[in-house]
């Protein structure tokens, strides 16, 4: 069979810190480009468990692929399923791509999986052209779909696919501790994630991803682990338990892909640093066996001690992205990110001490901060706290969360939008922020001040310039000036730079 797989274009994503004019400050490529990584574990997990299938993988973010351009190639190839994967705020470009899709071929099985099926399942399956949906982690499932597509054999009782007929008979799952308890149909799951096949990047090894805060354009993503079991007020992440990856096995791919010509490496896990004595195993893996790499990931200031970032430094840890969030003890208790500042402030001085670079994430628009001079107290704080970058949002109010609750219970919000847009998304839906003593106007307003105020330090740009080691990180970094230096009403214009070879 013929079995494309589609990260489709953004062309229509919603935009979460609009201006005036409804434009965005910030796009998510902004930030770089990154493989979609549980769509390629996907097309892995088919290809080596089937034989004779035709495969065709297409990352429309990353290769700028349009929705024109991905109407010619799907009838060039003519596929008889199409796996789309997806979040809900581009579900009006998954929607366009199953559409084009069934206006060229009728007969195609279009599935959606992703993010928003498992938030969505029940307005997910209703979409116009979808044929059906997976519902949590689709390796398994989806080969089993396509299995039975491929035999002509009923998949409706196929753990985590769901169809408009079958998902009317599922039965709501009991309590289960591995998920968010807004899960309410039963999702697929990989228990033993080192027998999942390594993510096949000759899918997409035409493709040079990057970060605007890397050192090289040939970057490989990877995951250690699934899941998070933290309990933050602000974050959706539907699976809790964490399953972590043996190191050999991590390793192993790691080798892999050097051997592709891969250089930089970034985990992209919820969360890579569960403890520090998984930052110290994976280091003995990696001087066991002689690897140099480049290497950073998202973690949390609880899971590092000085001993382990200092062993970390010496096997090539290049930089850690921090979540932040806030500049106060009480900003972090209400937000439920069980650390301190002062926690904050040690780390961060170990990392500086280190020579590793950090990253701070932070968001702004939070409900304890009530006047401007809140906002701007923050901001400072990150200001003192001196990552090497620091990465600014306005708190997004996500549905099955409990800063979404809190909000609806304050009257802020509307409740059910969410769930009105997931029947029928439309191109002029926006998402809801923190308004009870600032309109989004104000906060976009700030969110431009925050970047301009950490960035355009003098003695920040002298160190930025003093530290660039590459062609590349000198694109990434006229880049980002270009992009912070656009006027309020027109921050939505691109530019277009070329990439250094």
């Known amino acids: ?112 999986g992703g993010h928003h099926p498992i938030s969505y ?10 044929d059906s949906i997976i ?14 597509l491929e035999k002509s054999e009923d998949y409706t009782d196929i753990l985590g696919v769901y169809t408009r007929e079958s998902i009317k008979r599922a039965e709501k799952p009991k309590k289960d501790l591995r998920f968010l308890n807004t899960v309410i149909v039963k999702p697929a799951y990989m228990d033993e994630v080192d ?15 990057q970060s605007i805060i890397g050192v090289t354009n040939k970057l490989a993503t990877i995951l250690s ?41 970034h985990f992209y896990d919820d969360l890579f640093n569960i403890n520090e004595k998984k930052i110290m195993r994976f280091c003995d893996e990696l001087e066991k066996r002689n690897l140099d790499i480049i290497w950073d990931f998202r973690g949390r200031v609880n899971g590092c001690t000085r001993e382990s970032l200092a062993r970390a430094k010496k096997m090539g840890l290049r930089m850690i992205s921090f979540g932040v969030e806030t500049g106060s003890d009480e900003g972090l208790k209400v937000l439920r990110k069980a650390t301190t500042i002062s926690k904050i402030q040690q780390t961060f001085s170990w990392c500086h001490e280190l020579g590793i670079k950090t990253v701070a ?23 003192r706290l001196n990552p090497t970058y620091a990465q600014f949002n306005i708190m997004t109010l996500y549905p099955h969360t409990e800063a979404y609750d809190q909000a609806v219970a304050k009257n802020l919000i509307v409740d059910g939008r969410w769930q009105e847009f997931a029947k029928n998304p439309t191109k002029d839906f926006y998402v809801d922020h923190w308004e009870e003593f600032m309109p989004t106007s104000e906060l976009v307003k700030l969110h431009h001040l925050a970047y301009r105020k950490f960035y355009f330090r003098p003695s920040y740009i002298l160190r930025s310039l003093l530290g660039i080691r590459s062609a590349y990180e000198i694109y990434a970094k006229v880049r980002g000036v270009l992009k912070l230096m656009r006027p309020l009403k027109a921050l939505n214009r691109r530019i277009g730079l070329p990439l250094p070879s």
Request: proline share 7%; net charge negative; aromatic share 12%.
């Open 195 to 209: 027998k999942i096949p390594f993510p096949n990047r000759k899918f997409i090894e035409h493709i040079n991803y």
């Open 361 to 383: 994430d932070f968001m702004l628009g939070l409900p304890h901060e009530r006047t401007r001079q809140d906002v701007l107290k923050n901001i400072d704080f990150v200001i």
């Open 121 to 130: 399942p029940n307005e997910a399956v209703q979409l116009p052209c979808i």
């Open 135 to 148: 519902v949590g982690e689709g390796e398994k499932s989806f080969t089993d779909l396509v299995t039975s």
């Open 1 to 112: 069979m013929k079995i494309a797989f589609i990260n489709p274009p953004d062309e229509n994503t919603v935009v979460e810190f609009p201006d005036e004019n409804g434009d965005s400050f910030l796009e998510a490529d902004d930030y770089g480009y990154f493989p979609p990584l549980g769509l390629l574990y996907v097309a892995s997990y088919l290809e080596a468990n089937t034989k004779g299938h035709n495969i065709m993988f297409l990352d429309c973010v990353a290769e700028q692929i349009s929705h024109i351009e991905l109407r010619k190639r799907l009838e060039e190839f003519n596929p008889d399923v199409v796996g789309l994967t997806s979040f809900t705020i581009s579900l009006y470009d998954c929607v366009k791509v199953a559409k084009t899709t069934k206006s060229i071929n009728p007969n195609t099985h279009v599935c959606l």
């Open 225 to 265: 682990s699934r899941g998070c079991p933290y309990a933050c007020t602000f974050c959706n992440v539907p699976y809790k338990r964490y399953r972590e990856r043996s190191m050999e096995n991590l390793v192993d791919e790691i080798e892999q892909c050097l051997e592709l010509g891969y250089k930089e490496f």
